[in-house]
């Protein structure tokens, strides 16, 4: 597993510039020693809409890089001393986006779920963690 790296440090700073069309850009500006872009720009319908946006853009990078610092062999399974395999904690995220153009919001969100499009398209992460790490994955909207 990954050491954490305390000599990370900075901000982020987030600004709301409104359109004239009524829309909004959000700007990330981030001063932290490890972020992998100064700058992202998103545009969004609502204010709401556009910082999710960017956040999920550094958000993406950010998986990335914890991933690849972990720098882990897919396949390699560590054995005990007796041979049995050694099973691991593993924090798997899933995003997937989309446009949809459907006659509600439920039929968005059910033409979504239905078959495997969404595991096949989707971006995954697979970061290992410590079995004590108190992480809850996120749970669904409609639970």
């Known amino acids: 597993m990954t050491d954490v790296n305390p000599d990370i440090t900075g901000t ?12 909004y ?11 992998p872009r ?30 690849e610092r972990q720098n882990i062999d897919w396949d390699t399974v560590e054995r ?18 989309r446009i949809a153009e459907e006659e509600s919001k439920f039929e968005a969100l059910h033409n979504t779920i239905m078959g495997k ?5 989707a971006n995954i992460t697979v970061i290992e963690i410590d079995p004590d790490i108190p992480i809850d994955p996120l749970m669904r909207s409609w639970d």
Not at 12 to 23: E, H, R, S, V, Y
Not at 38 to 67: M, P, V
Not at 80 to 97: F, Q, T
């Open 25 to 35: 850009i959000c700007q990330l500006s981030s001063s932290l020693s490890d972020s």
């Open 38 to 67: 100064e700058n992202i720009q998103c545009y969004g319908q609502t204010k709401e809409h556009a910082i999710a946006i960017a956040l999920e853009q550094l958000a993406d990078d950010y998986r990335r890089i914890a991933e």
């Open 80 to 97: 005990s001393d007796c041979g049995e395999p050694i099973a691991k904690r593993y924090h798997v995220i899933l995003h997937y986006e």
């Open 117 to 121: 499009t969404v595991v096949e398209n």
């Open 12 to 23: 982020i700073m987030i600004a709301l510039l409104p359109q004239d069309n009524g829309q």
